[in-house]
């Protein structure tokens, strides 16, 4: 098969976000939050958890340490208790009081809003920051890459990225700005009705006519069977 052209790919990315936007027109998060301290540790929180997992404890959370003064003087242990169902309870739970302590240090208890700043918050990578610049600030500053939409760009051939960093950067490159705001929150919803990875939907799949895998087992239904 010969190698598809950079022009070509990106067509295709352009339709594929053309359909989402038709599929998913008004996606929303999963998680629920008030104010984006809150975004922030609830999507800290989601880390290689369901997002109903985080909604089942973030009531509680926010209920005893609401703002990031409060959490700054929270004891990591008494959060870990309230979070504990959810997976790396005991590393999160750190991360959301020394995440509160920095806010309110260095950044006059106020989440910072850019992407910078909010990288150098304990536990927020890229990923975390992409998400609160757009759904806090209105700041569309990259594509949030996770496990969803790091799977559906591989599938979907606009990425051979080994990290979900290095697929955030192919994807940049060849979707335009202008339609980088809803791919995270639209490519989720999709990951989850159509492109799981146990066992993706190819036949009738409203992008099986662009996408290169549809019908073929990958890295991700082959390690499930």
């Given at each position: 098969m010969s190698r598809e052209s950079k022009s070509s790919k990106r067509e295709r990315a352009c339709e594929i976000c053309r359909r989402m936007g038709e599929l998913y027109p008004d996606a929303e998060s999963a998680l629920s939050f008030r104010d984006p301290f809150e975004l922030v540790i609830c999507v800290l929180l989601s880390a290689q958890t369901t997002d109903a997992a985080v909604n089942r404890v973030t009531p509680e959370l926010f209920r005893r340490w609401p703002d990031p003064q409060s959490m700054a003087a929270a004891d990591p242990e008494e959060v870990g208790e309230v979070i504990r169902t959810i997976g790396f309870w005991r590393a999160k739970s750190r991360h959301c009081v020394e995440a509160a302590q920095m806010i309110v240090s260095d950044f006059g208890g106020e989440v910072p809003g850019t992407m910078e700043e909010l990288c150098q918050l304990p536990g927020v990578g890229r990923k975390t920051a992409n998400i609160v610049l757009n759904k806090a600030f209105?700041?569309?500053?990259?594509?949030?890459?996770?496990?969803?939409?790091?799977?559906?760009?591989?599938?979907?051939?606009?990425?051979?990225?080994?990290?979900?960093?290095?697929?955030?950067?192919?994807?940049?490159?060849?979707?335009?700005?202008?339609?980088?705001?809803?791919?995270?929150?639209?490519?989720?919803?999709?990951?989850?009705?159509?492109?799981?990875?146990?066992a993706p939907k190819c036949v009738g799949c409203p992008m099986a006519d662009i996408c290169p895998s549809a019908g073929r087992p990958d890295r991700y239904t082959k390690r499930k069977q």
């Amino acid at each position: 098969m010969s190698r598809e052209s950079k022009s070509s790919k990106r067509e295709r990315a352009c339709e594929i976000c053309r359909r989402m936007g038709e599929l998913y027109p008004d996606a929303e998060s999963a998680l629920s939050f008030r104010d984006p301290f809150e975004l922030v540790i609830c999507v800290l929180l989601s880390a290689q958890t369901t997002d109903a997992a985080v909604n089942r404890v973030t009531p509680e959370l926010f209920r005893r340490w609401p703002d990031p003064q409060s959490m700054a003087a929270a004891d990591p242990e008494e959060v870990g208790e309230v979070i504990r169902t959810i997976g790396f309870w005991r590393a999160k739970s750190r991360h959301c009081v020394e995440a509160a302590q920095m806010i309110v240090s260095d950044f006059g208890g106020e989440v910072p809003g850019t992407m910078e700043e909010l990288c150098q918050l304990p536990g927020v990578g890229r990923k975390t920051a992409n998400i609160v610049l757009n759904k806090a600030f209105g700041v569309v500053d990259g594509i949030a890459v996770d496990t969803h939409v790091y799977r559906l760009a591989t599938r979907f051939g606009l990425t051979r990225a080994k990290t979900p960093l290095d697929a955030e950067k192919d994807l940049l490159d060849i979707i335009p700005r202008e339609l980088w705001g809803p791919v995270n929150e639209e490519w989720i919803h999709f990951g989850r009705d159509v492109c799981t990875a146990r066992a993706p939907k190819c036949v009738g799949c409203p992008m099986a006519d662009i996408c290169p895998s549809a019908g073929r087992p990958d890295r991700y239904t082959k390690r499930k069977q």
